[in-house]
Each structure stands twice: as C-alpha cells, then as structure tokens.
C-alpha cells in the first residue's frame, strides 16, 4: 500500500480558515442585503416616476379642460335660473285671474231694482283670494231685504263658476230718496258688498269640524 504524505496540509488549513472568517461571511450578506436595497430603492423610484409622469399629464389635460368646464358651470347656472323663471311665469299663468267672465256674471245677477254705482276688484300677487267690492242703490218695499237677496243671488251666481266664494255688507244704509220704478215710488238704500273668491288653483278653505257631543 502506497504512503501518502501531504506536506501542504497547513497552509490547506489556513487557507479554508480564512474562508471561514465571520468577518468575512458578515461583509458578504451586508454587501447582498444592500445589493436588495438597491434593486428596492430601483424599483419603487421608477414607479415614483411612473407615478409623476401620469401626474403630470392629468393636470395637464385638467389645464386643458378646466376652462370647458368652468364655462359649463356657469352655462348650468343660467339654464337653472332661466327654468325658474320659466316655472315661476308659468304658474302664475296658470293662476292668472280673468275679469271679463266676471263682469259677465255680474251683468247677468243684477235685477232691475239695483244700480251698482262703484266697482272695484284687486288681485293681490301673495294672496289666495280675489276681493270685489260692489256700490251701489237698491229700490223697493223693503230695500234692505231687497239688497239682502241681491247679495243671495250673487253669491249662488258666482259660485257656480268660483270656489270660496263669500258675500257680506260692509254697508247697508237706508237714504231719504226714492225712485219711480214701473210706475210706483219705491224707497231707497245704499249698500257696500264686499264679495272673495278663491284664485283658480287655490285650495278652498277646510270647514272646521263640528265638536263631537257627548254620549249620555
């Protein structure tokens, strides 16, 4: 059997003891650890880049935009106000009051024993109801029960067209005149009669509930 003899062995050992160095070992994961670093660092700086560059862009095509859009709000705003002002013309053309059918009306209820002499109506914007007033003289036996169902009637006429409607004197004063009517001298009165009615659209006022009795 051969002999062997190995006269480097030493330096062999020395040799792989240096290989074995903590030292060294440490340098080498410090230097892969920073090496990952690095890549890291890499990777999120170019999505960074990414990142800006599509910011950039986007106020960029905001810059171009935003003119457009600053005029389509202000278009916005006056087609708002403009339907508005539509809406609120419509209603109140919807809710506009007609005088000539009532004049109508009124020429058909007054009998021949009354004169109106005055007439005035008003027509407020904010208010639910149109308000006449009537002046005028009455004849007859009894002129004060003559003007009473004057104002009967007057009341039935128009509320055949009219809701709400409602009649009351404000005056009713019997005058020391008269006058000839078919041939006989009758008496006089003067009367006021203020007549409401609802404006078309309006909801006629609720009738308040009777109290309920009690059971005995």
Known sequence: MPLTLNLLHEQQFLLKQSKRDPLKLGLYALGGVAALFVLYYGYRFAQSSAVDSELSARKAEWAKQEPAARAAETQETEYTARVATAALVAKRIDNRFYWGPLLGT???????????????????????????????????????????????????????????VETSFRSLDESSGS?????????????????????????PAATPAAPARARR
């Open 106 to 164: 009124l020429l058909k209820a007054i009998p021949p024993t009354v004169q109106i002499v005055n007439f005035n109506g008003t027509n407020e914007t904010h208010a639910d109801k149109v308000t006449l007033t009537l002046e005028g003289v009455v004849t007859g036996d009894v002129p004060r029960l003559v003007a009473d169902k004057f104002r009967g009637e007057l009341t039935g006429a128009l509320g055949k067209t009219y809701q709400g």
């Open 179 to 203: 006058v000839t009517f078919n041939g006989k001298t009758t008496p006089t009165a003067h009367f006021t009669i203020e007549v409401k009615m609802n404006k078309p659209g309006a909801e």
